[in-house]
C-alpha cells in the first residue's frame, strides 16, 4: 500500500476536547490545559471540553463529540487517547493528543511534543494532518501496540503513583516480578499461517517501540502501512532473554534468535495457560484474542513546522 503524506486541512469549525482525570491530573490542570487549548485554537472556532474519569466514559464522550466535531482532542496518557481513538473510529473526525500520563509513547511516537502546553501550541489551526493505520481487537482501537503476555502483566501491577511521577521507569518493578511468569504454548495465526511456539509475550504492533521512544522493536515496523506487525518472543531461560534484552537495547531486536516476526492484516493469538492482553498499555481481557488493522482510518493532528520554533 502506498503511504499518504502529511498534509495540511482548513481551519475547522468545531473542536471538542476530552481530559482525562484518570491520567493523574487534578481537575485545576484540567481547567488549566483546557482554557490553553481554547485560547490556541482561536475565538473562531466552536471548542467544548469535557472531564471524564474512567475508560468508558472516555469512549462514550468522544463518540458523541465526533458527531459535531471536526476534530477531538485527547488529553491524557496512551490510555485515554485509545478510548478517545475508539470514540471516533470511522467517524471522519482527526484525533487531536495532549499527552498528560505517564509514558505518552504514542503521541511521542508520531513527533508531538511531550510537554502539554507545547503540545497545545501545536494545535492552532491550519493543522497538518497525517493519516495513519488503527489497529482493532473487538470494539476496540489501539494506535500503536496491543500484547499478549509479560508486558500486559506489567500494565495490570505497575504503580499508578509512581506512573505519574516518574514516568516509565515506574514499569521495572513490576517487569521484574512479571519475569516469573511462566511462558505459554502459543498458536499464532497470521493470514492463514499458525505458528505454534513456547513464548511469554507476544506483541501485535501498530507503532514501532515499546514504553519509550527509544526501545525500538523492527525497522520495518511503521504507522501507515496497512500492515500490523506481529512479534513472538521464545526467550524463556535467563540466558535466553538477557540476550534478547541486549538487542532490544542495542536496537537490533530483528537479529534475535528468541524472537519471530511476521506482517498480517489480521491474527489470532491463542495461549494456554491463557495471557493477559493489553491494548496501548490498558489491560483488555485475556486470550484467545483477534486482531485486525484498518489502514488509513484515522487522521491525527501533529505539529507544523511554524508551531515547532
Known amino acids: 500500500m502506498a503511504r499518504r503524506g ?5 481551519p475547522p469549525r468545531s473542536v471538542r476536547a476530552i481530559f482525562a482525570v484518570i491520567s493523574g491530573r487534578s481537575r485545576y490542570e484540567a481547567r488549566s490545559l483546557v482554557n490553553s487549548l481554547a485560547w490556541a485554537i482561536g475565538s473562531d472556532v466552536e471548542f467544548r471540553s469535557v472531564v471524564v474519569t474512567s475508560s468508558a466514559e472516555a469512549t462514550a464522550a468522544a463518540r458523541e463529540a465526533a458527531m459535531a466535531a471536526d476534530a477531538v482532542i485527547a488529553i491524557g496518557g496512551d490510555g485515554t487517547v485509545s478510548d478517545v481513538a475508539t ?22 511516537s508520531l513527533g508531538i511534543p511531550a510537554d502539554p ?33 509479560f508486558d500486559a502483566e506489567i500494565f495490570k501491577t505497575a504503580n499508578p503513583e509512581w506512573k505519574r511521577r516518574v514516568g516509565w521507569p515506574a514499569y521495572l518493578p513490576a517487569a521484574a516480578a512479571a519475569l516469573r511468569i511462566a511462558p505459554s504454548a502459543v ?75 511476521r506482517q498480517s492484516r489480521e491474527i489470532r493469538i491463542e495461549a494456554s495457560p491463557r495471557l493477559a492482553v493489553e491494548l496501548d498499555g490498558d489491560p483488555r481481557g485475556w486470550t484467545p484474542r483477534d486482531f485486525s488493522v484498518a489502514p488509513a482510518a484515522l487522521d491525527v493532528i501533529l505539529p507544523t513546522e511554524a508551531s515547532q520554533r
Open 187 to 261: 498458536r499464532v495465526t497470521v493470514d492463514g499461517e499458525t505458528i505454534a511456539a513456547r513464548s511469554p509475550l507476544v506483541l501485535v504492533a501498530n507503532g514501532g517501540s515499546a514504553i519509550t521512544p527509544e526501545f525500538k522493536l523492527h525497522d520495518e515496523i511503521q504507522v501507515d502501512d496497512g500492515l500490523l506487525d506481529v512479534l513472538i518472543f521464545t526467550a524463556t531461560t535467563p540466558a535466553q532473554i538477557a540476550t534478547t534484552l541486549a538487542y532490544l537495547g542495542s536496537q537490533r531486536l530483528e537479529l534475535s534468535p528468541h524472537v519471530i516476526w
Open 117 to 149: 502546553y507545547q503540545a497545545i501550541s501545536a494545535l492552532r489551526p491550519p493543522w497538518r494532518l497525517r493519516r495513519i493505520d488503527v489497529g482493532r481487537s473487538g470494539d476496540r482501537a489501539f494506535l500503536h501496540i496491543a500484547g499478549a503476555g
Open 6 to 10: 502529511p498534509r495540511v486541512d482548513d
Open 87 to 108: 470514540g471516533i473510529f470511522g467517524s471522519g473526525a482527526a484525533l487531536g493528543v495532549i499527552p498528560a500520563g505517564s509514558t505518552n509513547i504514542t503521541a511521542r
